[in-house]
């Protein structure tokens, strides 16, 4: 069954910092995979998927992630954080026979001014 | 830009009472889902339904959840004898594989069992 792995349920930045948002994935089959955000008291917003076509994909406010097939990676990474980016970050993939999304644990990312 | 609605957006309810969430999805998509999140935890699916029937359900989703699409615009998820530990954010989704893979989720209704 294909599956996620965050690691790190807090990671806190220096605004203009580097953000890195580690995921892993497990899959047997070439993998969907989304990084999706979740601000507070809000819903889920979807940051960035890949579908196989390139692996390295760029999503919205800046976002991007790189799909590593030799490391199960799905990184997600921003050049420099603003305090705006504080929020809860999810990986996640398509499974079940592309009828579900599998989500990982979420790591929230903490702006520090 | 089309978008998935939830409502109400906040529910509060007794134990052992009913409670209907509704969702309307996208107008084009064909495929509906539920996911839950329990407060401080990750997103859980539920269940998906397609052409009028549930495709997948999870471990989750026992004999107190129904799913129905009552008319050719709502999607509803209910909860027959709710229990506290239903409390947590109900996310309702929609995709049209025929295009993307892509879930397009809801703002979310948050249901509190007291």
């Known amino acids: 069954a294909q599956s996620v792995t965050q690691l790190g349920s807090h990671v806190s930045v220096s605004e203009g910092a580097l953000v890195l948002l580690r995921c892993n994935y497990s899959?047997?089959?070439?993998?969907?995979l989304f990084w999706y955000v979740q601000y507070p008291n809000q819903g889920l917003q979807l940051l960035l998927k890949?579908?196989?076509?390139?692996?390295l994909v760029k999503g919205i406010n800046g976002f991007e992630a790189e799909f590593k097939k030799s490391e199960t990676s799905f990184h997600l990474t921003k050049p420099s954080a603003h305090m705006s980016d504080a929020a809860e970050y999810f990986c996640?993939?398509?499974?079940?026979?592309?009828?579900?999304?599998?989500f990982g644990t979420g790591t929230k990312l903490q702006v520090i001014p | 830009e089309p978008e998935v609605t939830q409502t109400p957006s906040h529910q509060v309810t007794q134990m052992g009472q009913e409670v209907i969430l509704r969702c309307v999805p996208i107008?084009?998509?064909?495929?509906f889902y539920w996911y839950r999140q329990i407060l401080g935890q990750k997103v859980e699916f539920l269940v998906s339904?397609?052409?009028?029937?549930?495709?997948?359900k999870s471990e989750i989703f026992d004999d107190q959840f129904s799913v129905e699409r009552p008319d050719g615009s709502n999607f509803t998820l209910k909860i027959r004898s709710t229990k506290l530990e239903d409390s947590a954010m109900y996310f309702c989704?929609?995709?049209?594989?025929?295009?993307?893979?892509?879930?397009?989720f809801g703002p979310g209704t948050r249901l509190t069992v007291t």
């Open positions: 989704a929609s995709s049209d594989i025929r295009v993307s893979y892509e879930q397009y």
């Open positions: 899959s047997s089959v070439p993998p969907y």
């Open positions: 890949y579908t196989s076509a390139a692996t």
């Open positions: 996640a993939v398509l499974s079940g026979g592309y009828q579900k999304v599998t």
């Open positions: 107008s084009n998509h064909l495929y």
């Open positions: 339904f397609y052409n009028n029937e549930i495709s997948e």
